[in-house]
């Protein structure tokens, strides 16, 4: 049963990595369906930019919160803010993540150990403290992105594709955990997307970024909105992303697995420079 205090606080929709890409283009879109939200992400100027821009278009409450979720505090200092503002959370959009391209004996350990942190860790800690509240309230949900990097393993970017298998594999289990409670837990599976995320990622002359033309933020935006809100699991936004995934049940990985190293690994040496993320 929920508490008189409980029921004094007001929903908010809180969305990770909301400064600019899928999460920010996701937060137009809850923005335009009349959701409260607040904002997740390290640079507290996109923060703050972003807020401004949907607060001058939407009426709706826009907080921000600079947070970098890869520390093991950053749970507690999230429900903290939400508790100050009065707000609990309805939605919880884990859309914050980072990649890594490159051979996986080479790679940095504390940069693997950082997307480990981000890319599973964050979003199941979050998850895991989120979704007690959905339930006994009987409505809500977490919209989790993933990729289509998480349909299959990925040689030169391993722990990346691996990570999004995980992503997709939860919410499934937990989709199927929480049916007929009234709260909703989806997955975004986008395939290439217009953002600076493989640039950050240091993935640059791979052929899939040459050939690849992926979709704009905002459609793969809209498509997760939509699928979330219409209660679907598994959003697979595009055409081609939709036969793509069918393909890669049907392909054996005998097969599939020499196209990938082909397709991921670099043409030319990456600098040796620290990634990003957001």
């Known amino acids: 049963m929920i508490s008189s205090a409980q029921q004094q606080l007001t929903p908010i929709t809180i969305i990770t990595g909301g400064s600019e890409g899928i999460g920010k283009a996701l937060a137009l879109e809850f923005a335009q369906g009349g959701f409260d939200l607040l ?38 200092k999230i429900v ?4 100050l503002n009065q707000h609990y959370c309805q939605h919880l959009i884990n859309n914050a993540g980072t990649g890594l391209a490159g051979t996986f004996a080479k790679q940095d350990e504390g940069e693997i150990q950082q ?10 800690d979050l998850s895991r ?25 990925g040689p030169y970017q391993a722990a990346y594709y691996a990570s999004k298998a995980y992503v997709i594999s939860l919410t499934k289990a937990l989709s199927w955990e929480v049916w007929g409670t009234g709260v909703q837990i989806s997955v975004l599976v986008p395939g290439p997307v217009k953002t600076k995320f493989h640039a950050r ?32 699991c598994l959003i697979i936004p595009g055409i081609l992303s939709q036969l793509g995934a069918v393909a890669l049940k049907i392909i054996p990985h005998v097969l599939l697995m020499p196209f990938m190293a082909w397709f991921l690994k670099a043409r030319i040496p990456h600098k040796p420079k620290s990634g990003d993320r957001f």
């Open 39 to 76: 904002l997740l992400a390290r640079n507290q100027h996109r923060l703050e930019t972003t807020a401004s821009e949907i607060s001058a278009t939407h009426d709706v409450k826009v907080l921000t919160f600079k947070c970098d979720l890869t520390t093991q505090d950053s749970g507690r």
């Open 80 to 83: 903290t803010f939400l508790e």
């Open 115 to 124: 997307l480990v942190d981000l890319n599973m860790r964050a979003l199941t």
């Open 129 to 153: 403290h989120f979704l007690p509240d959905m339930l006994e309230r009987g409505n809500g949900g977490i919209l989790n992105i993933a990729s289509m990097a998480g349909l299959l393993p």
């Open 201 to 232: 990622m240091r993935a640059r002359s791979e052929l899939y970024i040459k050939f690849g033309a992926g979709i704009s933020t905002q459609r793969a935006a809209r498509m997760g909105y939509s699928g979330f809100r219409c209660g679907k």
